[in-house]
């Protein structure tokens, strides 16, 4: 009588916990995934950015998902986590210009660009993965 009582016991125990712990990681997963977008800056700052974008040269050097003279946005942004710094250090990368982070073929300088600008184009770069 008592086996027949733990078994369902035990059971009841896995039924109960399995979605707890379902629930737990894919919590954390989202978690992780959302952390970097969330750092990034409001979603219009990524939109402005996005316009910016679409109406300077960088599309001629940049597409979204495949690299052509310069790296594709989605690798950089895999590279970069979108904290206050990476972005300050890309937003003068695209204001200055330079290479040597993903090869020897440099990007030209932007001084038409403004820092403010720069950092809304940089936002919303690292938002595409
Ligand atoms: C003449 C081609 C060219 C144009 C135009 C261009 N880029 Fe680039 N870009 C590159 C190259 C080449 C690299 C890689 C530089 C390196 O290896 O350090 C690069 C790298 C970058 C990086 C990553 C920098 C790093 O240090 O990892 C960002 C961000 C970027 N470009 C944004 C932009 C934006 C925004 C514009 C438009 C305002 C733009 N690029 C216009 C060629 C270009």
Same mark, same amino acid.
């Given at each position: 009588m008592k086996k027949l009582l733990t078994i369902p016991a035990f059971l009841m125990v896995l039924i109960l916990t399995a979605p707890a712990v379902n629930t737990a990681y894919a919590q954390? !997963? !989202?978690a992780t995934n959302k952390a970097p977008a969330k750092k990034a800056g409001g979603a219009a700052d990524i939109a402005a950015g996005q316009a910016l974008l679409s109406k300077s040269d960088c599309l001629t050097c940049h597409k979204l998902d495949v690299k052509i003279v310069g790296p594709a946005y989605k690798d950089v942004a895999s590279r970069y986590p *979108?904290? $206050?710094a990476n972005i300050a250090m890309l937003a003068k990368k695209v204001i200055d210009g330079g290479s040597g982070a993903w090869g020897q073929i440099p990007m030209s +300088?932007? +001084?038409n660009v403004t820092p *403010? $600008? *720069? &950092? &809304?184009?940089v936002k919303y770069i690292l938002s595409v993965k």
């Open positions: 954390q !997963k !989202k *979108a904290t $206050d +300088p932007h +001084p *403010a $600008d *720069a &950092k &809304k184009m």
